[in-house]
């Protein structure tokens, strides 16, 4: 019988020496329940402080953007925030989580939302061919593949699980770093500079996503 | 490639799990907070938390008990019983809840579906569907699958997609504590008619059941609770067994 557990057992993912120094600010708009970022980023050891306020946000040492929800009504919050200019300029270490890489990237077909365009990659709807085989939302566990060697993927087993849940995905790019299959081929995660995002959430991730979180956390 | 989800679900009455069979005779299975790590840590896919005796005075307890499993676990996990409002759901998404599931309020105002979808997305409403077969007919049954109700429950499911469920769990009350197999005919009839995911519950007693449901039954997930919760089957044994059989499942 085949042993599924050996990589979940013999893991020796370790968690972060607690550094009270490194500030890590979550973004803090009307997405959805972020509560579950700050509850991982504690998991970590990471002080981590949810916040809008740009002079908190400026002066972290890692910004995350998560996100959860609608794309036009959370550019309209951003904008309205002045957040889009911030995150624009922003030189730390970035990382946008679902709907938060989705709004990285230039343009959504979400309610044709025109993003920050870090990305110059576009975000479509699944449409499947079959809906007997394939359902939207893209529900559950699915593999990263071909991952670029890269400080972010460090030390991730092959073709890791990673927890998705959304109807909108980022095309391939030459900014892919990871990629999934459904339906057909799309950007798992994507980088740019200083910028990270990943459309699947590592804070629902297990082990494998606690890693990712991790290494962010060591950029 | 997309994983087949195996989801153990632990019904909580007090604070503490039980699981009934027929959801009559309840039997004590342990912490729920415990429960839900030594699952994720096998390699549980996601957990689904039923809490039978809730109540609007009880909804702060619940929401304790989530936030401790929110802290303790890195795998989604959905909250279910008794949820009507859309502030029941708002309250327990802050308390750090991924998914909630709504069952008899939903057929008795199918309207808060479609609140519930615009307000928090499609992605995070699970609409639970209890059925049972009378006379070769399947009917959506509520109040824990004591009262029969006048829906048919294939119209029910395609409803409650078309109004913006996520998700639907579909618990055959004919199955349920039977150990029999799952009501894959059924399953496989909603599944096959519906653009979003299937959790398959009732009836699940050996391992040839899940894969059973995943094929026959084209269930997108199989939920159980005693088996797992009395240890019958483990977690990384049904996965193993499940890869052998050529399901796709996460390793």
Redesign the interface.
Known sequence: ?????C??FTSDIGHLTPDNKMKIAVIKYNS??V??VL??L??LGANAELTDDPEVIRAADKVIFPG???ASTAMKYLKERKLDQLIADIKQPFLGVCLGLQLLCEHSEENDTECLGIFPVRVKRFL?EN??EF?????????LENLTDTPLLKDLPANP?V????SFYAELSEFTIAQT??IHDFSGILHRDNYYAMQA?P?????V??KILENFLSL | ?????IIPCLDIKDGRTVKGVNFVELRDAGDPVELAKIY??E?A?ELVFLDITATVDKRKTLAELVTKV??AI???FTVGGGISTVEDVKFL??????KISINSAAVHNPQIINEMAAE?????IVVAIDTRNIDGIDFVHTHGGRKATLLRTQAWAQEVCDRGA??ILLTSMDHDGTKAGFSNELLSEI??A????VIASGGAGSMEHFKDVFTFG?A??ALAASIFHFKEIGI??L???L??EGVS???
């Open positions: 019988m085949t042993d599924v557990r990589w979940v959805g329940n509560q579950s509850y991982a504690e998991r959860q929800g609608e499947p809906s007997q359902k939207v939302p893209h529900v559950g566990w699915n593999e699980f927890y998705y849940v959304h299959h459904y959430h804070e629902k991730s297990g082990l996503g606690e | 490639m997309l994983t087949k989800r994720s840590d390699g896919d929110a802290k890195n795998i989604p998404l802050n308390a750090g809840a991924d928090f997305g499609s992605q995070c996520g998700e599944s096959s519906l653009s979003i995911p084209k997108d997930a990384p044994e996965k193993g067994y890869v052998d499942v996460r390793k």
